[in-house]
């Protein structure tokens, strides 16, 4: 199976500055169909799970612009060019290209300090 | 707008039984594959069974294989979770999600204790 691991595990972040969440997988992610299936979520504080950005860097609709993900191979990115206070929560990243099973990171705090 | 509602959770005991319902709407149901991940309470998510538009491919994780039947109707947009078997360790809320887990359900909670 596919490990996600993510740094760091909590991230104190004053507003209005960037914040970036590193997740590393164990094997690259390319699929034979040279796609990239690594995914951004956003948990907020007692909510579901809200997907962020597909497939490494496509953000989702009705998310702000200030989100953006990067990468490839088995380094990945999600970055915030300035923190609001809305953004407080845990963020997971998930691989789907070598799946079943599909894996998820442990996840990264994020607060404001 | 995708709307996904689960129901079915509650409080049982150790080898007892419970049926998960995930109630599909805002999309053609018989489309998309659909996925259960589960979150254990103050822990990260784990994925726990998908299952294809036709019902023809199933996949389990290795810690509920066995113990855990997914099943769909696409007459009726509901997606289940059949949960035997059931240890302490199986208590969470349970999520469904569409695939390519894009939209998620808000979740229902199973604890599994005596």
């Known amino acids: 199976d596919v490990v996600m691991t993510q740094s760091p595990l909590s991230l104190p972040v004053t507003l209005g500055q960037p914040a970036s969440i590193s997740c590393r997988s164990s094997q690259s992610l390319v699929h034979s169909d040279g796609n990239t299936y690594l995914n951004w979520f956003q948990q907020r504080p007692g909510q579901s799970p809200r997907r962020l950005i597909y497939k490494v860097s496509n953000r989702d609709s009705g998310v702000p612009d200030r989100f953006s993900g990067s990468g490839s191979g088995t380094d990945f990115t999600l970055k915030i060019s300035r923190v609001e206070a809305e953004d407080v929560g845990v963020y997971y990243c998930m691989q789907g290209t070598h799946w079943p099973p599909l894996t998820f990171g442990g996840g990264t705090k994020v607060e404001i300090k | 707008e995708v709307q996904l509602v689960e129901s079915g959770g509650g409080l049982v005991k150790p080898g007892g039984s419970l049926r998960l319902s995930c109630a599909a709407s805002?999309?053609?149901?018989?489309?998309?594959?659909m996925n259960w991940v589960r979150q254990a309470p103050g822990k990260g998510l784990e994925w726990v069974s998908s299952?294809?538009?036709?019902?023809?491919?199933?996949y389990y994780a290795d810690s509920v294989k066995g113990r855990f039947t997914i099943s769909r109707d696409n007459a009726k947009n509901s997606l289940y979770l059949q949960m035997n078997s059931l240890r302490a360790e199986d208590t969470a809320v349970y999520y469904c999600?569409?695939?390519?887990?894009?939209?998620w359900g808000q979740g229902t909670l199973v604890t599994v204790s005596s």
């Open positions: 299952i294809s538009s036709s019902s023809s491919y199933i």
């Open positions: 999600a569409r695939s390519p887990v894009d939209y």
């Open positions: 805002g999309f053609t149901f018989s489309s998309y594959s």
